[in-house]
């Protein structure tokens, strides 16, 4: 149905739009002259300026900014709500029901800045790790609805392309103004098997936010199911000169004079001969070994090597995987608690695969990192930054360290990752670090990006702001 609707932006101050926005089809001017009236200006107050300790980090063709606005979402109220809609945010359950809608709504931003008019040349991906503000909520006259009015702040990862103007950007995308109900409006009739508004293949409702697009040709999509958004996107600060702390790593790490390094390849769909994942993992195996690696096993889903230096080596446990399994939980959680270096590529799974709650529950044990070591730790899958940066960040908290990148690096990607150069992107990682060469970060993400070429993925280091600033 159409909704009576109006649009409610949180406009900042900034220079013009980039080259492209103006082809969305959604304007203010489609959705004028409708009823839904927002909150007063100090309502809508974010947080001051982003601290920029802690927010620096560095990637080669990628920046991060300080994305910030204000929008609403319409949620039904309930038949079973008998409360003054204006105060349905006092009601525990209500609210709960909506911060997981509003949720859902922004999750909406991961196919908007990828798939839509604007960012298909210079894309971007939200942190997952937000702050939201819920507002105030309104009735829709006529209508079994409420506006919903919110602030968002976050620090998200875009293509340094964007701010090829060297300040703040203002950037226009489109959410949906009902998340419950935009899946099925990508349908183009009754009864209809295929929505035209999202991927051709990955055409779930689970899928949909990841993908969706109602500026594709032929989607049903009407302007009245959207709200369009318009903000400025602040560029931080960059690292320059930091390092991996190699005299931790190389030194006495808790694994004696090795370094260890656990690196799990998952697979594309099976184990079969021509699976992209098993390509990765033998493609990589033959990169080290031509790099200088030594071989101690050679199986078909299990390879180890060696490198020596000195009095000491690094050694490498690779492992062939279904990063859907038990087995493939248990591996990875016990790599992370005791590996000097764990490097993950594969498919994300949405972030389900590697998320700490999933690893926790299916191997068993809670997932706690070592406080006082040393690690860094490589997803190399699609859009790792916003699945798993944050969340082992926040495992490696302790004493003195309430950011938890004192004893952590963690390295990666905005958007999707390619299986075509994962391998290549893995072994100029690891060829780069456990060697004994010592480059710094920024030389280290540069390789990885040239390894990538065109089939960037964005990649780019966490932590490193307090880092050495010298090998």
Same mark, same amino acid.
């Given at each position: 149905?159409?909704?009576?609707?109006?649009?409610?932006?949180?406009?900042?101050?900034?220079?013009?739009?980039?080259?492209?926005?103006?082809?969305?089809?959604?304007?203010?001017?489609?959705?004028?002259?409708?009823?839904?009236?927002?909150?007063?200006?100090?309502?809508?107050?974010?947080?001051?300026?982003?601290?920029?300790?802690?927010?620096?980090?560095?990637?080669?063709? +990628?920046?991060?900014?300080?994305?910030?606005?204000?929008?609403?979402?319409?949620?039904?109220?309930?038949?079973?709500?008998?409360?003054?809609?204006?105060?349905?945010?006092?009601?525990?359950?209500?609210?709960?029901?909506?911060?997981?809608?509003?949720?859902?709504?922004?999750?909406?931003?991961?196919?908007?800045?990828?798939?839509?008019?604007?960012?298909?040349?210079?894309?971007?991906?939200?942190?997952?790790?937000?702050?939201?503000?819920?507002?105030?909520?309104?009735?829709?006259?006529?209508?079994?609805?409420?506006?919903?009015?919110?602030?968002?702040?976050?620090?998200?990862?875009?293509?340094?392309?964007?701010?090829?103007?060297?300040?703040?950007?203002?950037?226009?995308?489109?959410?949906?103004?009902?998340?419950?109900?935009?899946?099925?409006?990508?349908?183009?009739?009754?009864?209809?098997?295929?929505?035209?508004?999202?991927?051709?293949?990955?055409?779930?409702?689970?899928?949909?936010?990841?993908?969706?697009?109602?500026?594709?040709?032929?989607?049903?999509?009407?302007?009245?199911?959207?709200?369009?958004?318009?903000?400025?996107?602040?560029?931080?600060?960059?690292?320059?000169?930091?390092?991996?702390?190699?005299?931790?790593?190389?030194?006495?790490?808790?694994?004696?004079?090795?370094?260890?390094?656990?690196?799990?390849?998952?697979?594309?769909?099976?184990?079969?001969?021509?699976?992209?994942?098993?390509?990765?993992?033998?493609?990589?195996?033959?990169?080290?070994?031509?790099?200088?690696?030594?071989?101690?096993?050679?199986?078909?889903?299990?390879?180890?090597?060696?490198?020596?230096?000195?009095?000491?080596?690094?050694?490498?446990?690779?492992?062939?995987?279904?990063?859907? +399994?038990?087995?493939?939980?248990?591996?990875?959680?016990?790599?992370?608690?005791?590996?000097?270096?764990?490097?993950?590529?594969?498919?994300?799974?949405?972030?389900?695969?590697?998320?700490?709650?999933?690893?926790?529950?299916? +191997?068993?044990?809670?997932?706690?990192?070592?406080?006082?070591?040393?690690?860094?730790?490589?997803?190399?899958?699609? +859009?790792?930054?916003?699945?798993?940066?944050?969340?082992?960040?926040?495992?490696?908290?302790?004493?003195?360290?309430?950011?938890?990148?004192?004893?952590?690096?963690?390295?990666?990607?905005?958007?999707?990752?390619?299986?075509?150069?994962?391998?290549?992107?893995?072994?100029?990682?690891?060829?780069?670090?456990?060697?004994?060469?010592?480059?710094?970060?920024?030389?280290?993400?540069?390789?990885?990006?040239?390894?990538?070429?065109?089939?960037?993925?964005?990649?780019?280091?966490?932590?490193?702001?307090?880092?050495?600033?010298?090998?």
């Amino acid at each position: 149905m159409n909704k009576a609707i109006s649009l409610f932006v949180l406009l900042l101050p900034s220079a013009s739009f980039s080259a492209g926005f103006g082809d969305l089809a959604v304007s203010a001017g489609a959705l004028s002259g409708r009823t839904f009236v927002p909150p007063a200006a100090s309502a809508l107050a974010l947080p001051g300026a982003a601290q920029k300790g802690g927010d620096r980090w560095y990637g080669a063709d +990628s920046r991060q900014a300080r994305l910030r606005f204000g929008t609403y979402m319409l949620y039904r109220v309930p038949g079973s709500y008998t409360g003054a809609v204006s105060r349905i945010l006092e009601d525990r359950r209500q609210r709960e029901k909506i911060e997981e809608l509003v949720h859902l709504q922004l999750q909406h931003m991961y196919g908007a800045f990828t798939m839509h008019p604007g960012f298909t040349e210079n894309p971007g991906i939200p942190s997952g790790d937000f702050k939201l503000r819920l507002l105030e909520a309104q009735k829709v006259p006529n209508e079994d609805y409420a506006w919903i009015s919110y602030s968002y702040d976050d620090i998200a990862v875009f293509a340094s392309g964007l701010f090829s103007g060297g300040g703040p950007q203002k950037i226009r995308f489109a959410l949906p103004v009902d998340p419950s109900t935009i899946y099925s409006s990508g349908f183009p009739h009754p009864g209809a098997r295929k929505n035209l508004c999202t991927d051709e293949h990955y055409n779930s409702e689970g899928d949909f936010w990841y993908f969706w697009n109602p500026y594709q040709e032929g989607c049903p999509i009407t302007e009245d199911e959207l709200i369009l958004v318009e903000t400025d996107l602040e560029p931080l600060p960059m690292t320059r000169g930091t390092y991996p702390e190699y005299d931790r790593l190389y030194g006495d790490n808790g694994n004696g004079p090795e370094l260890k390094v656990t690196y799990l390849v998952g697979i594309d769909e099976s184990f079969h001969s021509g699976d992209l994942g098993r390509r990765t993992f033998r493609d990589a195996f033959e990169g080290l070994r031509a790099a200088g690696f030594e071989v101690s096993a050679d199986e078909s889903r299990r390879k180890a090597l060696y490198f020596r230096r000195g009095s000491s080596r690094t050694v490498i446990d690779m492992r062939l995987m279904d990063p859907d +399994s038990a087995e493939f939980a248990s591996a990875a959680a016990e790599a992370m608690r005791g590996s000097d270096i764990f490097l993950y590529d594969g498919h994300s799974g949405l972030g389900g695969y590697l998320d700490p709650e999933r690893l926790a529950a299916d +191997s068993g044990a809670p997932l706690a990192l070592p406080k006082d070591k040393y690690q860094i730790f490589v997803f190399q899958g699609c +859009s790792t930054y916003a699945y798993y940066n944050g969340s082992y960040f926040r495992l490696k908290r302790g004493a003195g360290d309430p950011k938890g990148t004192k004893n952590l690096d963690i390295i990666t990607t905005g958007i999707g990752a390619a299986f075509d150069v994962g391998a290549k992107a893995d072994t100029a990682f690891l060829t780069s670090v456990t060697m004994g060469n010592r480059p710094s970060w920024q030389t280290i993400i540069n390789r990885i990006h040239a390894a990538e070429g065109d089939m960037t993925a964005l990649t780019h280091v966490n932590g490193d702001e307090d880092n050495p600033s010298a090998p």
